[in-house]
Nanobody
Framework: QVQLVESGGGWVQPGGSLRLSCVASGSIFRIYRMAWYRQTPGKERELVAGIGLSGVTKYADPVMGRFTISRDNAKNTVSLQMNSLKPEDTAVYYC????????????WGQGTQVTVSS
């Protein structure tokens, strides 16, 4: 059974940085694309960034140039480096894996809260 455990969230002032990490159990990293999503109250979960098996990345327009996704297959870990954070980045962030970037084929973890405010 695959489990996804996110960490690294917290409070940061606008313009600050945070680094999120997601550890996945099982052997999914070898065959699945990984992605980060976020959700705010009353809104649907949205794709933030994804990374393929070969390292090809995809970013949502609002985070392009500010966020960087990376993966470490040896450690079953996908990370999200978030720079130049804005208040509108405030959300619960989740990771998931899928056959394609954005397909989210596994049960969601608990997520990690990111709050950007002054």
């Amino acid at each position: 059974q695959v489990q996804l455990v996110e960490s690294g969230g917290g409070w940061v002032q606008p313009g600050g940085s945070l680094r999120l990490s997601c550890v996945a159990s099982g052997s999914i990293f070898r065959i699945y694309r990984m992605a980060w999503y976020r959700q705010t109250p009353g809104k649907e979960r949205e794709l933030v960034a994804g990374i393929g098996l070969s390292g090809v990345t995809k970013y949502a327009d609002p985070v392009m140039g500010r966020f960087t996704i990376s993966r470490d297959n040896a450690k079953n870990t996908v990370s999200l480096q978030m720079n130049s954070l804005k208040p509108e980045d405030t959300a619960v962030y989740y990771c998931n894996a899928g056959s394609v970037i954005g397909s989210a084929d596994f049960p969601w973890g608990q997520g990690t809260q990111v709050t950007v405010s002054s």
